[in-house]
């Protein structure tokens, strides 16, 4: 009989968000953070974010995520759907009338590493019953995985028509600071247009370029403009949250040099292209939401 998993620790705020660490195979190196949370102002009747892990940890080593201090493998299919059975498990009735439910495979891990996430995917709508039911990937597009991402086209036409988010990390549009940022091999940004543009149907979501900016990282609209179709991509701008890792890198978003941003935002405006301003809520700082966080504060110093 497969093993269940055992809730470690949960915190936060409720009307923010809940972070839970679980606890798989009865193994400390087989820990996960999930994230029950919503988008204030907005009730979870409204908008509910489950965040689910599919990784232990993360190979990927980005340096601003804590979730790069260890990697000990993939989760299993039904791990992944245990996350989302534990978060719906908690709230009794709320999914069946949830405006927009949305799982989020963008918790520590990376999931374009993981062919199990295709199959929880795809077993998804049967797993929550919900009308309000989406499904969101975040991923740095790791070279050498091109068949996993033809699946999770396919998987997303046939299940999620119009309800699903796909969301490339892209952090910079400089190509060698890409490469410090993400430090794995990973798409460059013409092979992510290219995809994206076989990926996006008519009804769909935008396919959505993210941008975590740090002081000193390079954000040139031009590159984009040159590069991405705006009836395809949408452009995210998110703050860079505090991290134990990241402690190096300083927010333009919440910090001193927005103002700068506004010429650049604007370019891209004019241009007809979708802008997400995603400062979210402060409190979610302070509850220790960020991904690898809440393991990490488990621990007496960071795993080696």
Known sequence: MREQYEVLATNGLPEVALVSVLRFRGDDRHRVETVDGTEPPLPREQKWILNVSTQFGCPVGCPFCDAGWSFHGNLQAEEILDQVRFGVSRRPGLAAICRKLKVHFARMGEPALNDAVLEALDRLPEVVSSPGLWACIATTAPDGRESWFDTLRAIQGRRFPGRFQLQFSVQSTDRSVRERLIPRRHWDLPRIARYGESFFRPGDRKVVL???????????????????????????????????????????????????????????????????????????????????????????????
Request: hydrophobic share 45%.
């Open 210 to 304: 993210n941008f975590a900016l740090a002081r000193g990282i390079p954000f040139d609209p031009e590159v984009i403009l040159r590069g991405f179709d705006p009836a395809v991509f949408a452009v995210k701008l998110t703050p860079v949250n505090p991290t134990r890792r990241g402690g190096a890198f300083l927010t333009v978003l919440r910090g001193s040099e927005e103002a700068v941003l506004a010429r650049a935002v604007g370019a891209l405006r004019e241009r007809a292209f979708d802008m997400v301003i995603s400062v979210g809520d402060a409190r979610e700082d302070q509850v220790g939401s960020n991904c690898g966080q809440a393991i990490l504060a488990l621990a007496a110093s960071p795993p080696g």
